[in-house]
């Protein structure tokens, strides 16, 4: 079982910028993403990384003002997230892909673990 936790959100202005960490536990380095929901709204794919971080993928709304990256610590996924608008208001949910090949359609079922996940809410 790999226990997953998401810190760094909370309320910004719109512009602004947030840091959301994300780190995982277990024994291998694994590839990771982030996923976002709204009320009343499945998840959504934002980010992923590859586990060596030579990889990554967005989606298209928020290419250019978000980045994932690996931390220094292993198992550990950084979403730097700058010119924040209020659309990007959601619950973030950090995914860990443990078993299977690694993920590349963004789908929810390519990813293995999950956290509780962390609000981030922009306002106008």
């Known amino acids: 079982q790999v226990q997953v936790v998401e810190s760094g959100g909370r309320l910004v202005q719109a512009g602004g910028s947030l840091r959301l960490s994300c780190s995982a536990s277990g024994f291998g380095t694994y590839a990771m993403g982030w996923f976002r929901q709204v009320p009343g709204n499945p998840r959504a794919f934002v980010a992923h990384i590859s586990w060596s971080g030579d990889s990554t993928h967005y989606a298209d709304s928020v290419k250019g003002r978000f980045t994932i990256s690996r931390g220094s610590a292993r198992n550990t996924v950084l979403l730097q997230m700058n010119s924040l608008k209020p659309e990007d208001t959601a619950h973030y949910y950090c995914?860990?892909?443990?078993?299977?090949?690694?993920?590349?359609?963004?789908?929810?079922?390519?990813?293995?673990?999950w956290g509780q996940g962390t609000q981030v809410t922009v306002s106008s």
């Open positions: 995914a860990v892909a443990v078993h299977g090949p690694p993920p590349t359609r963004g789908w929810e079922r390519e990813y293995d673990y």
